[in-house]
């Protein structure tokens, strides 16, 4: 059974004091490692699809790298409104079912001013 | 415009009722699906369909159905609402682009069934 686990559940950092959220997965055969942001009260918007171990991608102040084990997403010097959940989902290869992309339960970022 | 809708964004019932909750969208992705989301559990699949004439049950598809009158639309019905139905739920679409399907969500319906 694909399992995807986010720490911590919840971070609070000062304006640019830079940390990094974690994704830590299994799954028989990763076809891609999703990264999503979501503001409360609205959909999850996406950020980022990771593919292999070692490629890492780049938005702004979010930067997201992927092993064979986990994904991290890095937050350099973030600002108050970077402050979201952010959600990991992983899908597998395979048909059917499998090919539904598993969601972990998200990361709570708050960033002070 | 939104390229995913919902509708209702809010809504709030007693137990017992029907409610449909529907989703359109303008994207043209085959794909489409429902998903709860409750504080702590992250989100839940409940239905997804791949195209028209496909509709699967996802992780909790119990008390819930799903219609898919077009491409374009995708509603899910509480037949009976019962108070643990009580969460927010999204609509999302995806289209598969190479290797992987990039899940496009609405702005979500938060239910309250009292």
């Known amino acids: 059974e694909d399992q995807v686990t986010q720490s911590p559940e919840a971070l609070r950092l000062q304006e640019g004091e830079s940390s990094s959220l974690n994704c830590s997965y299994t799954?028989?055969?990763?076809?891609?490692l999703f990264w999503y942001r979501q503001d409360p009260g609205k959909g999850p918007e996406f950020l980022f699809t990771?593919?292999?171990a070692g490629e890492e991608k780049e938005k702004e102040r979010l930067k997201a790298t992927l092993t064979k084990k986990e994904s991290f997403l890095h937050i350099t010097a973030p600002k108050p409104e970077d402050s979201a959940t952010y959600l990991c989902?992983?899908?597998?290869?395979?048909?059917?079912?499998?090919?539904?992309?598993?969601f972990g339960r998200g990361t709570s970022l708050i960033v002070h001013p | 415009d939104a390229d995913v809708t919902q509708t209702p964004r809010n809504r709030i019932t007693k137990t017992g009722k029907r409610i449909m909750l529907e989703c359109s969208q303008t994207?043209?992705?085959?794909?489409m699906y429902w998903y709860r989301q409750d504080p702590g559990l992250g989100l839940r699949l409940i239905y997804y369909?791949?195209?028209?004439?496909?509709?699967n049950k996802g992780e909790i598809s119990d008390g819930y159905s799903v219609s898919r009158q077009a491409q374009a639309k995708f509603s899910l019905s509480l037949e009976s609402a019962i108070p643990n139905q009580t969460a927010l739920y999204f609509c999302?679409?995806?289209?598969?682009?190479?290797?992987?399907?990039?899940?496009?969500f609405g702005p979500g319906t938060r239910l309250t069934v009292l």
């Open positions: 369909s791949f195209d028209v004439k496909d509709i």
């Open positions: 799954v028989s055969g990763l076809r891609g």
């Open positions: 989902a992983v899908q597998a290869m395979g048909g059917g079912g499998s090919y539904i992309p598993t």
């Open positions: 999302a679409t995806s289209d598969v682009q190479g290797a992987t399907d990039t899940q496009y």
């Open positions: 990771l593919y292999s």
């Open positions: 994207k043209g992705h085959d794909r």
